[in-house]
C-alpha cells in the first residue's frame, strides 16, 4: 500500500478517489473524518490521505492525480478578468459562473 495524494480539502481528495476508481485502482480514504470534529480542534493538523491497495498501480495512480486539474486552484473570470479562489463558483467581482475546466 502507498500514498499517493494527500490534502486538506476533503472534496479534492474525494475527487481524486472518484478518478482512480474510474481507473480501476484499488484505494481507499484514511484521516477522512479526523477533522470534522464538533469544535474539537486536533493538536496534530491531520489531513485527509488518499492511498493504493496496489503498490503496482502506483505509476498509474499518480499520473491520473497529477494530470488532474486541480478543483482547489484559482480560476480566471472571462467577463471581467478577475481571479477566484478555487471553491468559488462564481465570480467574487461580478458574480458570473465559473468557466468550465479544461481536461
Ligand atoms: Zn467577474
Request: charged share 25%; glycine share 4%.
Amino acid at each position: 500500500m502507498k500514498m499517493v495524494f494527500t490534502s486538506q480539502d476533503s472534496l479534492l481528495i474525494n475527487h481524486m478517489k472518484n478518478l482512480l476508481d474510474n481507473d480501476r485502482i484499488a484505494c481507499f480514504l484514511k484521516n477522512q473524518f479526523l477533522t470534522s470534529g464538533a469544535g474539537e480542534i486536533p493538536p496534530v493538523e491531520v489531513w485527509p490521505e488518499l492511498w493504493i491497495e496496489e503498490d503496482a498501480d502506483y505509476d498509474a495512480a499518480v499520473k491520473t492525480i497529477a494530470t488532474t486539474p486541480k478543483a482547489g486552484s484559482s480560476w480566471r473570470c472571462l467577463q471581467c478578468g478577475e481571479w477566484s479562489e478555487g471553491q468559488f463558483s462564481q465570480c467574487w467581482n461580478c458574480s458570473t459562473d465559473r468557466p468550465e475546466q479544461k481536461e
